[in-house]
């Protein structure tokens, strides 16, 4: 099973920064994409960003010109570079990856996600 860990969650005031990064981890897999999603308390899951195939990119309307996405397609890694943070991006956040995996019986689609890491904006 591929399995994704994420890191770098924290408590930062309004109009500081955070870096997020997840690390994809199994024995045989292709990554077809690699995002971040988010959850609030009594909120549901909301993409934040993604990047797929060819590397295209898609940003939530609510973090364009505030937050990058980048990835590492050699290390299996994407991050978040996260800035102008507000209290309304209070969540936690979670990688998700997609893609195929074989395990000696043939090539078969998953999707994965990780625990989460807390992100808190407060003053």
């Known amino acids: 099973q591929v399995q994704a860990v994420e890191s770098g969650g924290g408590l930062v005031q309004p109009g500081g920064s955070l870096s997020l990064s997840c690390t994809a981890s199994?024995?045989?897999?292709?990554?077809?994409?690699m995002g971040w999603y988010r959850q609030a308390p009594g909120n549901e899951r909301e993409l934040v960003a993604e990047?797929?195939?060819?590397?295209?990119?898609n940003y939530a309307d609510f973090v364009k010109g505030r937050f990058t996405i980048s990835r590492d397609n050699a290390k299996n890694a994407v991050f978040l570079q996260m800035n102008s943070l507000k209290p309304e991006d209070t969540a936690v956040y979670y990688c998700y990856v997609e893609g195929e995996e074989d395990y000696g019986v043939g090539l078969t689609d998953f999707a994965s996600w990780g625990r989460g890491t807390q992100v808190t904006v407060s003053s």
């Open positions: 990047v797929g195939i060819g590397n295209k990119i």
């Open positions: 199994g024995r045989n897999f292709e990554i077809y994409s």
